[in-house]
């Protein structure tokens, strides 16, 4: 099915506020349109998308068959998931989309894409990616921070990826340029297997963690992704 969103139907973020969500129906992936120089991301991004198909849980992700995110939606689609993408017209006109996918919704711009993204989903992750991932991943946060949601959102630190981001985050707070509470959206998680449970649960990033040596991570021990 393919859609168009205009820009007279935009709603504005103005007023609105999403609330915690009590259960998990979508989830939006954030990643790289690239593959990068380490299949082991790839190998880890598909087997999350496989338990979120296989769990019944609809994947919404920015569109394309290159890279992490087609990985990504292929995997959901293949364990029987409902794969949504949402792409500005100029990107719709040069991608190739994956087998599977359920919807294509086309937008006018790629803000309209990431305000749509965010509507449909109940909870974010953020898997490796480059600038555009980063500038999505910071966004939700924002949005956390003035109150506009209390929706769950996970970071896929595989094999070491978002050390560096997680630096910054602390780096930020020192200073008193960021405050615990938004460090906090940036729950952790280094394997496949450890994120979809914890969004099960309504895991939402106004929560503290206890003991953590470190403000807004959560660690998890699981077994890593195996590689061949």
Known sequence: ?????????????????YPTQTRIGTVCVFGGARAGNDRRLAQAAAALDR?????GIRLVYG?????????????AADAGGEVIAIAPHFLLERMRMPRGVA???????MHMRKR???DYADAFVA??????????LAEVMTW???????????????????????????????????SGHVSTACLVADVPAAILPMLQRGVCFTQTQQGASTVGRTAQSLAPVATP
């Open 1 to 17: 099915m393919f859609g168009i969103f205009n820009d007279d139907d935009a709603p504005s973020l103005e007023g609105l506020f």
């Open 51 to 55: 338990e979120i198909g296989s769990a």
């Open 63 to 75: 569109g394309g068959g290159e890279g992490l995110m087609g990985a990504v939606a292929s995997a």
């Open 103 to 109: 919807q294509i919704i086309a937008v006018p711009y």
């Open 116 to 118: 749509l993204m965010f």
């Open 127 to 136: 898997l490796p990616g480059g600038i555009g991932t980063i500038e999505e």
């Open 144 to 178: 956390r921070k003035l109150d506009r949601h209390d929706k769950p959102i996970r970071v896929a630190d595989f094999f070491g990826f978002w050390s560096p981001w997680l630096d910054l985050l602390d780096h930020l707070e020192e200073p008193g340029f960021l």
